[in-house]
């Protein structure tokens, strides 16, 4: 830690060593409200419903605590060490097989939906009086972008998607150094701006993950592992499924984080689509009927259709800086230290 000299009081003040390991995304300014189709019915004309079947990639470690601790023998890792274990999730055959959550993977979508649209401040930990007058949280009869596909206070989301299940897998420890919650009160000028408001949504960025050895032990599943898992979803336009896809990082721009560890880099991800199960008016009427999934090339040209789409309802500033600071090719260093 460096050190300032001593203030008029005496008392020295301790600056970070390490650059912090996130940004923002600045307010959009509006938000855009309307009302959004409910799930009474299928609309087939311009709407999209429908299942997305994807392979999920561990591109860093990636741990989501199960919330209790666990000996090391009892996960397969060498004797000795008490360790916080891996959320799994019990399949039919009793097995239990390390997952990532749905509601990890919907919480990290949604909040790039948030940070590209015109959408409110929907949970905050902070004074929303420090936030801007349009990022109140919405009402049930007029919905943002975010809120009419994730849902709002008595309005159900129109998107929700499964936890994605392990295949080809491979299980390690990583050690994570000791992380705080963050302390915007004590750190005034990185998270507002002059007039005390905050200056928009913190993202982390990617890197290098650090392993601390003093750090404590977690159960992660390794990078290169694969898991399956799919995203269900009703009634969207195609500029809606367009802001979906983006949000998944389908253009290849960014990758999303989940779970523990983000400021020291894990939680990298990617997905990648296997098919796409639209319903259509057949799979409606007839009992038998069975469409083909769309895949391959198909599947291809369709993400990209959709996301041309979308870019009326996304903020291009927002939406470059999100891109900047979720960028995979990151080579950053995690701190290894105060930040």
């Not at 008029?8 to 940004?23: A, L």
């Not at 000996?71 to 004797?79: I, V, Y």
């Not at 800086?321 to 960028?327: D, G, H, S, W, Y």
Request: with cysteine.
């Amino acid at each position: 830690m460096s050190r300032r000299p001593p203030s008029r009081g005496g008392r020295q003040r301790e600056e970070p060593q390490w650059p912090k390991p996130f940004g923002f995304v600045p307010f959009t300014g509006k938000v855009d409200r309307g009302d959004a189709p409910g799930h009474e019915r299928f609309l087939l004309a311009q709407h999209y419903s429908g299942r997305l079947i994807y392979d999920l990639v561990a591109l860093k470690p990636v741990h989501v605590s199960s919330g209790i601790y666990a000996l090391s023998e009892d996960l397969k890792q060498p004797a000795g060490d008490v360790l916080r274990d891996h959320y799994r999730v019990t399949r039919p055959n009793g097995e239990r097989r390390p997952a990532v959550p749905g509601s990890s993977l919907k919480g990290a979508t949604r909040a790039v939906v948030e940070a590209v649209t015109h959408s409110c401040v929907v949970l905050t930990r902070v004074e929303r009086r420090q936030l801007p007058r349009e990022a109140r949280a919405c009402r049930p009869e007029a919905l943002c972008p975010a809120c009419a596909l994730f849902g709002a206070q008595s309005r159900l989301g129109r998107v929700s998607f499964s936890d994605a299940v392990v295949r080809k897998f491979k299980m390690a420890i990583q050690r994570v150094p000791a992380l705080y919650g963050p302390r915007p009160w004590q750190s005034r000028r990185t998270y507002l701006d002059r007039q005390g408001n905050f200056i928009g949504r913190k993202f982390y960025f990617h890197g290098k993950p650090f392993d601390d050895p003093a750090g404590q032990r977690v159960e992660t599943i390794a990078p290169e592992s694969e898991l399956g898992g799919y995203v269900d979803f009703h009634n969207l336009s195609g500029a809606e499924l367009g802001v979906l896809f983006f949000a998944l990082g389908l253009d290849g721009s960014l990758r999303l984080m989940v779970g523990g560890g983000k400021p020291v880099c894990l939680g990298m991800v990617e997905f990648r689509p296997r098919g796409l199960a639209l319903v259509t008016a057949v799979s409606l009427t007839e009992y038998d009927a069975a469409d083909e999934p769309l895949a391959g090339e198909a599947l291809t040209r369709f993400i990209a259709e959709r996301l041309k789409e979308a870019e009326r309802l996304i903020a291009p500033e927002a939406r470059d800086k999100l891109r900047e600071i979720l960028a995979p090719e990151n080579t950053r260093d995690a701190p290894r230290g105060a930040y």
